[in-house]
Each structure stands twice: as C-alpha cells, then as structure tokens.
C-alpha cells in the first residue's frame, strides 16, 4: 500500500516482500515465495538431518546440532506469520488508520519520532544479523581463496551436511546451497523480528499521546481557579469531556497491544527454549575450538547473533511495559480535585485498570521483559556448565 512506501516503513515492507508475508501482496506470489523459501531450506534441513548419523564425536555432534535449531526456530518464525496473517494485517491496518486519524501535527510528531525509532532499531537489527552471518560464511571462503586447498579432499562446508552423493564433486552446489538458505533464515529471522519491532513502536507512540491528552484533561485556565462546580451539566462539563476520549483512545490502544500479544505469543515461548538451548551448545562448541581461532570467531560470532535477537525482542517488550506505565503515573498527577464528581469516579476507574501494565507474554506462561532477557542468559550458562561438565 501506498502509506508504507514512505521512508518509515518501506524497509520493513521490502523485508515482509522478500520472505512472502507483506499482508497486502498478492496471494499468488506470496505462494510462489513459501515455495522457493521451503523447497531451499526444507532440502538442506533434511541433508542437516542426515549428517548427525555419521557422527561419533560429541563435540562435533553439538556443533551440528545448532544450526538445526536455528533452522526450526526460523521455521516457527514463518508458520507463525503464515497461520497469524490475519492479525497481522489487521495490526498493519490499524496502524495505518491511525496515522490518518490524527488531527494535530503534535501527535503526528509523536508517532512520527516512534515510527522513527522502529526504522533505527530495523537497520541496527538488520545490519548486525547480515554481519554475524557474513563472518559465519568466511570460514569456507577462506578456503576457496587458497589454491591448496581447492586441491584438498577436506573442503569445509557451512554445516556438516549429507546429500549422498560424491560430495567432492558436487562441492560447489552444494555450498551454494548452504549460502542460500543460511541467506533465506536470516532474512526471515530480520522481517519477522522488525515487524514485531515497528509495531511496538507504534503502540508506544500511542502510549505517548494518550499520556499527553490525560495531562490536558484539566484545562490551563481552570487548574488555578478556586471555584469547582461539582456537578457541573455533561455538556458543560469539559474535564469528562476529554477523559472519555481519552478512554476510548487507551482501549483502542489496549486493542492493538492485545493483538500484537495474540500474533506472537507462541512463538516467544518457543524462540526462549530454542535461544537457551543454541547458546549454551553454541558455548561448548566455542570453548571446545578455542585452538581453532577460525572457527572459535564463528560460534562466538553466532552467539553474539542469538544474544542480539534476544535482546532485541526482550527490549521492545520492556519499552511496552514503561510506556503502559507512565499512564498511570500521569493519572495519578491530574488535579482530580478541580474536577466534577462524574469525573473523579471516572478517573477512579481508569486508575485501577491502568495499575497492571500492558505486556507481552511467551505462551502466557511468563512475561517478555529484561528480567526474562537476563533469566534466559543465566539458564543459558548453567546449561553451559552442564554440557561442559559432561564431556
């Protein structure tokens, strides 16, 4: 559509297009996209499958078995988009009908500054994932650069991998193939994570505005006046007036954050178990190679990754939180007593139902927060000690 063309947003719809999930492309090439998305990395996720049987050595089994897990959680990552589309769409819908429907260039500066804020956090997003898996690709590269090794029957390949097939011969395909479908998880990994982050942003900005309108309930020119006509008519009475509107607008708001939980709830709860597995094995294989600074760079660059996407999804949870917050807070500083009767049991009502903050749950088992980014690192560790103590 045309409003997401515009600079905000176009990098998330150019991500969205690539993968097959942009809500508003048609159905047909959207199809076409799963296809080739499926037919690449569901054949070198079975040839994945098949290089475990061959291993004897625990370490390298570990370090196998990594790259397996990533693959699935990209996997979660597209089914959710594919089976939630039309929560998906719908949110997109929303944020655009926003955007049309604010009246004063304040909120649309507001939102503007979040909106922002979510094309920022895309490109750092975005560019520090392609950087860990350009370093991660090198590895074979270094060998195709060096004429000794091309004459080598020990060619390393991204993975350990098994096509059955004479694997010297058709080398060259079959790194290939490694590339794009390391080159397709991650792209999937980037649009999905920045659609998740663009529209936490956008319920933030709303956030923003619905805490400026509840400052300005109360007009300037009635806070110093001594003079509180309690019961006051309902077209009279302008303090009731705006927080009704500003009722609406936070229930609206609530809306949008209860869909966004709604799309993705089930895939952070299974994207946590699947990050603490991945780092800890990612942990063991590193310390295992610290001889091999090659390959150390590699896990070390792969965790970093994890702890990054991690990060990302803990961090935007926690802004959601502080900003339901400040709602409260902001509630709790209106001069209520310049106000009608009508509209102190009003703001009673809405002081209550804004204590609990809004949040974002994995499963609704736990909620998505900075605490959880910091419990998940912990259990990552001890995992670590574990598989180390058992080697």
Known sequence: MQF????NYRINKVLLLCIGQWPYQTSKSSSAIIVIIVSLAGTQFVAKICGLFSIDDIDVFIDSLS?????????????????????????????QSDWQSLMTSTKIKILDTYAQNGRKFTIIYASTLYSALILFMLVP????LLESSLNSTNRPLLHRVEYYIDMDKYYFPILIHGYLTAIVCISIAIATDTMYVIMVQHVCGLFTIIGQEMENIIKKDNKDSLQINLYPTVQDDKPYENIIKSIYAHKRVLRFANLIETAFNQMFLVLAGFNMLIMSMTGVTAVTNVDKPEEFLRQITFACALLVHLF????????LIDH????????????WYQTSIRTRKILLFMIMRTREPCVLTAGKMFVISMDTFSTIVRTSVSYFTMLRSMQ
């Not at 089914?79 to 819908?93: H, Q, S, V, Y």
């Not at 990302?312 to 802004?319: D, G, K, L, Y």
Request: hydrophobic share 50%; proline share 4%.
């Open 4 to 7: 997401f063309d515009g600079r």
């Open 67 to 95: 790259p397996l897990v990533v693959d699935i959680g990209c996997g979660v990552k597209l089914i959710t988009c594919i089976l939630k589309a039309p929560e998906i769409r719908a949110l997109f819908d929303q944020i």
């Open 141 to 144: 590269l270094q060998s195709l």
């Open 312 to 319: 990302f999804e803990s961090f935007q949870a926690q802004r």
């Open 324 to 335: 339901s917050a400040h709602i409260y807070i902001r509630l709790m500083n209106i001069a």
